[in-house]
Protein backbone atom coordinates (compact mmCIF):
# COMPACT_ATOMS: atom_id res chain seq x y z
CA UNK A 1 0.00 0.00 0.00
CA UNK A 2 1.67 3.24 -0.98
CA UNK A 3 1.66 5.66 2.18
CA UNK A 4 1.17 9.02 0.63
CA UNK A 5 2.06 12.42 2.50
CA UNK A 6 -0.76 14.49 4.07
CA UNK A 7 0.29 17.57 1.34
CA UNK A 8 -0.63 15.24 -1.57
CA UNK A 9 -3.72 14.07 -0.24
CA UNK A 10 -4.52 17.75 0.18
CA UNK A 11 -4.22 18.01 -3.72
CA UNK A 12 -5.66 14.86 -4.38
CA UNK A 13 -8.75 16.11 -2.34
CA UNK A 14 -9.05 19.41 -4.11
CA UNK A 15 -8.52 18.01 -7.25
CA UNK A 16 -11.84 15.38 -6.53
CA UNK A 17 -13.87 18.60 -5.13
CA UNK A 18 -12.93 20.50 -8.67
CA UNK A 19 -14.80 23.91 -8.98
CA UNK A 20 -17.21 23.21 -5.87
CA UNK A 21 -13.55 23.32 -3.79
CA UNK A 22 -13.83 22.38 -0.27
CA UNK A 23 -14.27 24.49 3.20
CA UNK A 24 -10.95 24.39 5.53
CA UNK A 25 -13.41 22.11 7.99
CA UNK A 26 -14.32 19.80 5.45
CA UNK A 27 -11.04 18.88 4.07
CA UNK A 28 -9.67 18.94 7.79
CA UNK A 29 -12.59 16.80 8.55
CA UNK A 30 -11.68 14.47 5.58
CA UNK A 31 -8.03 13.82 6.32
CA UNK A 32 -8.14 14.04 10.13
CA UNK A 33 -5.99 17.06 10.48
CA UNK A 34 -6.25 20.12 11.90
CA UNK A 35 -7.15 23.75 9.94
CA UNK A 36 -3.84 24.82 10.78
CA UNK A 37 -2.25 22.31 9.15
CA UNK A 38 -4.45 22.22 6.46
CA UNK A 39 -3.72 26.02 5.99
CA UNK A 40 -0.07 24.95 6.59
CA UNK A 41 -0.01 22.53 3.53
CA UNK A 42 -2.18 25.29 0.95
CA UNK A 43 0.80 27.33 1.74
CA UNK A 44 3.57 25.04 0.86
CA UNK A 45 1.25 23.11 -2.32
CA UNK A 46 1.33 27.47 -3.06
CA UNK A 47 4.60 27.11 -3.13
CA UNK A 48 5.19 24.15 -5.26
CA UNK A 49 3.14 25.82 -8.12
CA UNK A 50 -0.24 24.79 -7.44
CA UNK A 51 -2.75 27.82 -8.00
CA UNK A 52 -5.41 27.28 -5.21
CA UNK A 53 -8.11 30.65 -4.57
CA UNK A 54 -9.05 31.08 -1.15
CA UNK A 55 -11.89 32.39 0.07
CA UNK A 56 -13.64 32.94 3.85
CA UNK A 57 -16.85 30.64 3.36
CA UNK A 58 -16.32 28.87 0.37
CA UNK A 59 -13.38 27.44 1.46
CA UNK A 60 -9.98 26.46 -1.12
CA UNK A 61 -10.47 26.11 -4.76
CA UNK A 62 -7.45 24.30 -7.16
CA UNK A 63 -7.17 26.96 -10.17
CA UNK A 64 -4.16 24.91 -11.36
CA UNK A 65 -2.05 22.31 -10.49
CA UNK A 66 1.66 22.38 -11.52
CA UNK A 67 2.23 20.22 -14.59
CA UNK A 68 5.51 18.22 -13.46
CA UNK A 69 6.70 14.68 -12.26
CA UNK A 70 6.53 15.95 -7.98
CA UNK A 71 5.34 13.42 -5.58
CA UNK A 72 2.15 15.39 -5.03
CA UNK A 73 0.68 14.72 -8.51
CA UNK A 74 2.11 11.31 -9.18
CA UNK A 75 1.69 9.90 -6.27
CA UNK A 76 -2.28 10.11 -6.39
CA UNK A 77 -2.18 8.35 -9.74
CA UNK A 78 -0.07 5.24 -8.91
CA UNK A 79 -2.35 2.14 -8.56
CA UNK A 80 -0.30 -0.60 -8.55
CA UNK A 81 0.09 -2.15 -5.11
CA UNK A 82 3.87 -2.47 -6.07
CA UNK A 83 4.58 1.30 -4.85
CA UNK A 84 5.13 1.48 -1.10
CA UNK A 85 6.36 5.19 -1.07
CA UNK A 86 6.77 8.14 -3.32
CA UNK A 87 9.56 10.78 -2.14
CA UNK A 88 11.18 13.51 -4.59
CA UNK A 89 10.40 16.95 -5.25
CA UNK A 90 10.72 19.98 -7.28
CA UNK A 91 14.84 19.61 -7.92
CA UNK A 92 17.04 16.85 -7.03
CA UNK A 93 20.24 15.87 -8.01
CA UNK A 94 19.84 12.75 -9.33
CA UNK A 95 16.54 10.40 -8.48
CA UNK A 96 18.84 7.23 -8.98
CA UNK A 97 21.09 9.10 -6.26
CA UNK A 98 18.32 9.36 -4.09
CA UNK A 99 17.17 6.23 -4.63
CA UNK A 100 20.48 4.38 -4.06
CA UNK A 101 20.82 6.26 -0.46
CA UNK A 102 17.28 4.95 0.30
CA UNK A 103 18.18 1.16 -0.90
CA UNK A 104 21.05 1.76 0.98
CA UNK A 105 19.38 2.83 4.53
CA UNK A 106 16.83 -0.19 4.08
CA UNK A 107 13.76 1.11 1.68
CA UNK A 108 11.59 -1.31 0.72
CA UNK A 109 10.91 -2.61 -2.55
CA UNK A 110 8.58 -0.63 -4.36
CA UNK A 111 9.96 3.32 -3.14
CA UNK A 112 9.95 6.05 -5.63
CA UNK A 113 11.87 9.21 -5.88
CA UNK A 114 10.23 11.42 -8.45
CA UNK A 115 11.27 14.89 -9.53
CA UNK A 116 10.26 17.50 -11.64
CA UNK A 117 13.88 18.66 -12.64
CA UNK A 118 17.65 17.35 -11.76
CA UNK A 119 20.93 19.46 -11.15
CA UNK A 120 23.00 15.94 -11.21
CA UNK A 121 20.83 13.80 -14.01
CA UNK A 122 22.90 10.74 -15.06
CA UNK A 123 23.11 8.44 -18.07
CA UNK A 124 24.23 5.35 -19.40
CA UNK A 125 28.07 5.35 -19.88
CA UNK A 126 28.55 8.65 -17.19
CA UNK A 127 26.73 10.82 -19.45
CA UNK A 128 25.04 13.79 -18.49
CA UNK A 129 21.26 13.53 -18.36
CA UNK A 130 19.74 17.12 -18.98
CA UNK A 131 16.98 17.29 -16.62
CA UNK A 132 15.24 20.26 -17.66
CA UNK A 133 10.86 20.60 -16.01
CA UNK A 134 8.68 18.91 -18.80
CA UNK A 135 10.39 15.69 -18.44
CA UNK A 136 9.70 12.65 -16.16
CA UNK A 137 12.45 11.51 -13.71
CA UNK A 138 11.57 8.64 -11.98
CA UNK A 139 13.55 6.07 -9.98
CA UNK A 140 12.26 3.01 -8.26
CA UNK A 141 13.57 0.75 -5.49
CA UNK A 142 13.41 -3.00 -6.76
CA UNK A 143 14.48 -6.04 -4.64
CA UNK A 144 14.43 -9.13 -7.48
CA UNK A 145 14.93 -12.49 -6.06
CA UNK A 146 17.72 -12.99 -8.90
CA UNK A 147 21.27 -13.14 -9.59
CA UNK A 148 23.36 -10.53 -10.96
CA UNK A 149 23.57 -11.88 -13.99
CA UNK A 150 19.42 -11.84 -14.50
CA UNK A 151 19.71 -8.48 -13.62
CA UNK A 152 20.28 -7.61 -17.50
CA UNK A 153 16.83 -8.84 -18.28
CA UNK A 154 15.41 -7.09 -16.19
CA UNK A 155 16.70 -3.72 -17.59
CA UNK A 156 14.49 -4.66 -20.94
CA UNK A 157 11.66 -5.73 -18.74
CA UNK A 158 11.64 -1.84 -17.48
CA UNK A 159 11.96 -0.98 -21.33
CA UNK A 160 9.15 -2.99 -21.93
CA UNK A 161 6.91 -1.61 -19.46
CA UNK A 162 7.46 1.68 -20.12
CA UNK A 163 6.38 1.00 -24.23
CA UNK A 164 3.59 -0.50 -22.99
CA UNK A 165 2.09 2.34 -20.77
CA UNK A 166 3.13 4.58 -23.49
CA UNK A 167 1.19 2.68 -26.03
CA UNK A 168 -1.51 2.46 -23.86
CA UNK A 169 -1.62 6.61 -23.83
CA UNK A 170 -1.48 6.56 -27.39
CA UNK A 171 1.81 7.13 -28.69
CA UNK A 172 3.47 3.81 -30.37
CA UNK A 173 7.26 3.71 -29.78
CA UNK A 174 10.32 1.73 -30.17
CA UNK A 175 12.73 -0.23 -28.18
CA UNK A 176 16.73 0.33 -28.74
CA UNK A 177 18.50 -2.57 -27.24
CA UNK A 178 19.17 -2.52 -24.18
CA UNK A 179 17.11 -0.02 -23.21
CA UNK A 180 16.41 3.00 -25.13
CA UNK A 181 12.75 4.26 -25.78
CA UNK A 182 12.45 5.52 -29.34
CA UNK A 183 10.28 7.93 -31.04
CA UNK A 184 10.35 8.06 -35.25
CA UNK A 185 13.79 7.05 -34.66
CA UNK A 186 15.07 9.43 -32.31
CA UNK A 187 15.53 9.38 -28.57
CA UNK A 188 12.39 10.03 -26.51
CA UNK A 189 13.98 8.45 -23.14
CA UNK A 190 16.63 6.52 -21.65
CA UNK A 191 16.43 3.84 -18.15
CA UNK A 192 19.55 3.55 -16.01
CA UNK A 193 20.08 0.62 -14.14
CA UNK A 194 22.12 0.27 -10.89
CA UNK A 195 22.34 -2.41 -8.50
CA UNK A 196 24.08 -3.90 -5.23
CA UNK A 197 24.82 -7.74 -5.48
CA UNK A 198 26.41 -10.47 -3.44
CA UNK A 199 28.13 -12.94 -5.55
CA UNK A 200 25.28 -15.10 -6.59
CA UNK A 201 21.92 -12.73 -4.89
CA UNK A 202 20.97 -9.25 -5.73
CA UNK A 203 20.54 -6.95 -2.70
CA UNK A 204 18.61 -3.98 -4.73
CA UNK A 205 18.20 -2.16 -8.09
CA UNK A 206 17.86 1.05 -8.47
CA UNK A 207 15.71 1.85 -12.29
CA UNK A 208 15.96 5.14 -13.11
CA UNK A 209 13.59 6.46 -15.75
CA UNK A 210 14.30 9.75 -18.39
CA UNK A 211 10.85 10.76 -20.45
CA UNK A 212 11.13 13.75 -22.81
CA UNK A 213 7.15 14.85 -22.30
CA UNK A 214 7.83 18.36 -23.81
CA UNK A 215 10.28 19.83 -25.42
CA UNK A 216 13.21 20.02 -23.79
CA UNK A 217 15.50 21.91 -26.13
CA UNK A 218 17.87 17.96 -26.14
CA UNK A 219 19.11 18.15 -29.79
CA UNK A 220 17.90 15.34 -32.14
CA UNK A 221 15.38 14.06 -29.28
CA UNK A 222 11.74 13.24 -29.49
CA UNK A 223 9.34 14.31 -27.49
CA UNK A 224 5.67 12.65 -26.61
CA UNK A 225 3.38 15.68 -26.75
CA UNK A 226 4.80 15.93 -30.67
CA UNK A 227 2.63 12.51 -30.74
CA UNK A 228 -0.29 13.30 -27.83
CA UNK A 229 -0.09 17.49 -27.27
CA UNK A 230 -2.78 16.74 -23.87
CA UNK A 231 -0.35 14.56 -22.50
CA UNK A 232 0.59 15.70 -18.80
CA UNK A 233 3.68 14.83 -17.20
CA UNK A 234 2.20 13.67 -14.05
CA UNK A 235 -0.13 11.36 -16.01
CA UNK A 236 2.78 10.15 -17.67
CA UNK A 237 5.13 9.66 -14.98
CA UNK A 238 2.23 7.68 -13.06
CA UNK A 239 1.17 5.43 -16.16
CA UNK A 240 4.96 4.65 -17.13
CA UNK A 241 5.52 3.57 -13.64
CA UNK A 242 2.65 0.95 -13.00
CA UNK A 243 3.43 -0.30 -16.40
CA UNK A 244 7.00 -1.00 -15.39
CA UNK A 245 5.81 -2.05 -12.05
CA UNK A 246 3.20 -4.64 -13.97
CA UNK A 247 6.37 -5.75 -16.31
CA UNK A 248 8.46 -5.97 -13.60
CA UNK A 249 5.62 -8.43 -11.29
CA UNK A 250 5.51 -10.70 -14.67
CA UNK A 251 9.25 -11.12 -14.77
CA UNK A 252 9.75 -12.02 -11.17
CA UNK A 253 6.77 -14.83 -11.40
CA UNK A 254 7.99 -16.16 -14.51
CA UNK A 255 11.29 -14.89 -16.03
CA UNK A 256 12.20 -13.22 -19.03
CA UNK A 257 11.42 -15.97 -21.25
CA UNK A 258 7.83 -15.65 -21.15
CA UNK A 259 8.08 -11.47 -22.60
CA UNK A 260 10.73 -12.05 -24.91
CA UNK A 261 8.80 -12.06 -27.41
CA UNK A 262 7.02 -8.99 -26.51
CA UNK A 263 10.41 -7.25 -26.24
CA UNK A 264 11.22 -8.39 -29.24
CA UNK A 265 8.44 -6.78 -31.10
CA UNK A 266 9.21 -3.50 -30.55
CA UNK A 267 13.11 -3.76 -30.86
CA UNK A 268 13.78 -1.23 -33.39
CA UNK A 269 17.19 -2.42 -34.96
CA UNK A 270 14.97 -6.11 -35.50
CA UNK A 271 16.52 -7.82 -38.91
CA UNK A 272 18.73 -4.54 -39.15
CA UNK A 273 23.07 -4.36 -39.79
CA UNK A 274 24.96 -3.31 -36.62
CA UNK A 275 27.83 -2.34 -34.83
CA UNK A 276 28.16 -2.72 -31.41
CA UNK A 277 30.49 -0.53 -29.65
CA UNK A 278 32.08 -0.59 -26.24
CA UNK A 279 32.24 2.11 -23.44
CA UNK A 280 35.89 3.65 -25.26
CA UNK A 281 34.12 3.52 -28.60
CA UNK A 282 35.83 0.70 -30.18
CA UNK A 283 33.42 -1.94 -32.32
CA UNK A 284 33.18 -4.90 -30.31
CA UNK A 285 30.77 -7.27 -32.86
CA UNK A 286 28.34 -6.59 -36.07
CA UNK A 287 25.81 -8.31 -37.76
CA UNK A 288 22.08 -8.43 -38.46
CA UNK A 289 19.79 -8.43 -34.97
CA UNK A 290 17.44 -11.68 -35.28
CA UNK A 291 16.09 -11.02 -31.31
CA UNK A 292 17.39 -11.63 -27.84
CA UNK A 293 17.86 -14.27 -26.04
CA UNK A 294 16.33 -15.59 -22.69
CA UNK A 295 18.98 -13.68 -20.68
CA UNK A 296 18.23 -10.42 -22.90
CA UNK A 297 21.25 -10.74 -24.85
CA UNK A 298 21.29 -9.67 -28.04
CA UNK A 299 21.46 -12.08 -31.05
CA UNK A 300 23.25 -10.62 -34.12
CA UNK A 301 23.44 -13.30 -37.16
CA UNK A 302 26.87 -13.33 -39.14
CA UNK A 303 28.16 -15.88 -41.76
CA UNK A 304 30.17 -17.77 -39.14
CA UNK A 305 26.94 -17.88 -36.67
CA UNK A 306 25.06 -16.60 -34.53
CA UNK A 307 26.61 -14.18 -30.92
CA UNK A 308 24.95 -13.36 -27.80
CA UNK A 309 25.77 -9.75 -27.05
CA UNK A 310 25.44 -8.54 -23.46
CA UNK A 311 26.39 -5.24 -23.16
CA UNK A 312 27.12 -1.82 -25.92
CA UNK A 313 25.90 0.63 -27.74
CA UNK A 314 24.26 -0.51 -31.06
CA UNK A 315 24.48 1.73 -33.94
CA UNK A 316 23.02 1.16 -37.28
CA UNK A 317 25.80 0.33 -40.20
CA UNK A 318 25.73 2.11 -43.53
CA UNK A 319 25.02 0.05 -46.21
CA UNK A 320 28.03 -0.48 -48.16
C1 LIG B 1 20.34 6.82 -20.78
O1 LIG B 1 19.66 6.70 -21.78
O2 LIG B 1 21.55 7.08 -20.86
C2 LIG B 1 19.70 6.65 -19.43
C3 LIG B 1 19.06 7.91 -18.94
C4 LIG B 1 18.44 7.76 -17.58
C5 LIG B 1 17.96 9.07 -17.02
C6 LIG B 1 17.16 8.90 -15.77
S1 LIG B 1 16.31 10.37 -15.31
C7 LIG B 1 15.88 9.66 -13.78
C8 LIG B 1 17.07 8.88 -13.30
N1 LIG B 1 17.98 9.73 -12.56
C9 LIG B 1 19.15 9.88 -13.19
O3 LIG B 1 20.10 10.57 -12.79
N2 LIG B 1 19.15 9.19 -14.33
C10 LIG B 1 17.91 8.47 -14.52
Redesign the pocket.
Known amino acids: MLATSTRASVAAALEAAGTNGLSGEALAAQLGISRVAVSRHVATLRSLGYEIASAPRAGYRLLSAPDVSIPEEVAPRLRHSLWTRCDGGIEVG???DDAKRLARAGAAEGTLVVAAR?TG????FG?V?D?PPGGV???MVLRPPCTPAEVSALSLVVGLGVARSLEALGVTVGLKWPN?IELGGRKLG???LEMAAEADRVEWVVA???INVADTGREGSAWLRESVPSLRVPVVAASVLDGVAASYVEFVAGGFEPIRTAYEERLTSRGAEVSVRDLAGATVAFGRVVGVDCSGALLLERAEGTTAIHAGEVTLRDPV
Open positions: STNQGRGRRWSYASDGILGIG
